[in-house]
């Protein structure tokens, strides 16, 4: 789905399928440098990691592994609490593994807080994240991560990923929504 099919649903592009792509390769060749030699396994965090992880790996080539977790944040509406619980968990042991978690957006940073410390406790040589998307001015706790697409601005986004009632994932580009979607 390109922004033209979506019409007046957009209020406008904020990155374009081109520089998302162009971003993702990038973020592609520091992996290949950083993991060369290592035993890597990615780690997609469902549902919004989806389409950030097949474009990623994709344009990685160094072997590698894949597996997936979902994670759901009670809260009230749109805000995270923190409070989290695992759906699915990874079926791979990541005892001495060096684990990238990959994130489609990183918001106020609380889930991805606790999920780095959770991956942690599990014995792994090491755990670093990679996110096509931060917003700074969103973040409630410090969270370290070491491959960041973009920083954005503090919009609700859609695309690539992103969702508004679980719609607009399939969106080729990042756009806020216009007000009459969600009001």
């Known amino acids: 789905m390109d922004a033209a099919t ?3 649903d957009l209020e406008h592009v904020l990155l ?3 520089q998302v792509a162009t971003r993702i ?5 520091e992996l290949d440098r950083d993991y060369a030699d290592k035993d890597v396994l990615l780690v997609g965090v469902l549902k919004g990691a989806v389409m950030v992880m097949a474009d990623l790996s994709r344009a990685m080539s ?7 977790m979902a994670v759901s944040s009670y809260g009230s509406g749109t805000k995270s609490s923190g409070v989290v619980r695992i759906l699915k968990d990874l079926d791979t042991d990541i005892s001495g593994r060096h684990v990238l978690v990959v994130e489609d957006i990183i918001d106020s940073g609380l889930t991805l807080s606790w999920l780095l410390a959770n991956l942690s406790s599990r014995g792994p040589a090491s755990v670093k994240v990679c996110a096509l998307l931060r917003k700074p001015e969103a ?7 070491s491959y960041i697409g973009y920083d954005i601005p503090n919009e609700f986004v859609v695309g690539y990923g992103l969702d508004f009632a679980d719609k607009y994932r ?4 990042v756009a806020t929504l216009a007000p009459h979607v969600y009001s």
Do not use: H, Q, W, Y
Not at 25 to 29: D, G, R, T, V, Y
Not at 170 to 173: A, E, I, Q, R, V
């Open 25 to 29: 390769a990038e973020l592609a060749a």
């Open 170 to 173: 399939n969106l080729d580009c």
């Open 62 to 68: 160094i072997p590698l592994s894949m597996d997936f």
């Open 6 to 8: 979506a019409g007046t």
């Open 16 to 18: 374009s399928r081109e």
């Open 139 to 145: 973040a409630k706790v410090e969270v370290d991560v």
